[in-house]
């Protein structure tokens, strides 16, 4: 059985079962953001006849018929830590307030079918006086194997 390790525990789960992990990290409170500003990193498989562009476009798609107010600012194809990747920056309003988020596709392996993502998100209003961090954040990449 896989295991899935964590900082405080390890835990087996069934062989069939897929890891679709999610990590958030999330900035202090500073009492003034409407939206605690955020990292997120999650992994997805591509459907059977999917690459990473058809993936993205997938997800893209979703996003702009199911969140309201959605502006998309840019899709460009990049590299992150020298892999091939893709880029979505966007303005939407899920909720009460209008979000910014930046995310970043990849994969680790040309024969992967595993896609990471990791996605930046803030209050649009912070986004600007946020990127600096973010840069640095996604910046910061480092590969395990």
């Known amino acids: 059985m896989p295991k899935c390790v964590t900082e405080d525990y390890t835990l087996k789960v069934p062989t069939n079962w897929a890891d679709k992990s999610m990590i958030t990290w999330v900035a202090p409170n500073n009492g003034k953001r409407e939206v605690l500003p955020n ?19 997938r997800q893209l798609k979703e996003l702009m018929t199911k969140v309201e107010n ?16 893709v880029v979505l920056q966007f303005c939407m309003k899920p909720q009460e307030t209008m979000l910014q988020q930046q995310q970043l596709f ?3 392996s040309p024969r992967s ?14 986004f600007s006086n946020l990127e ?4 640095a954040i996604f910046s910061s990449v480092s590969w395990n194997n």
């Open 39 to 57: 990292i997120l990193c999650s992994k997805d498989e591509m459907g059977k006849d999917e690459n990473l562009d058809t993936f993205v476009n």
């Open 70 to 85: 959605f502006d998309l600012i840019k899709r460009e194809k990049t590299e992150f830590g020298g892999k091939p990747a």
């Open 106 to 108: 990849f994969v680790t």
């Open 113 to 126: 079918k595993i896609v990471h993502t990791v996605v930046a998100t803030a209050a649009n209003k912070d």
């Open 132 to 135: 600096k961090t973010f840069k």
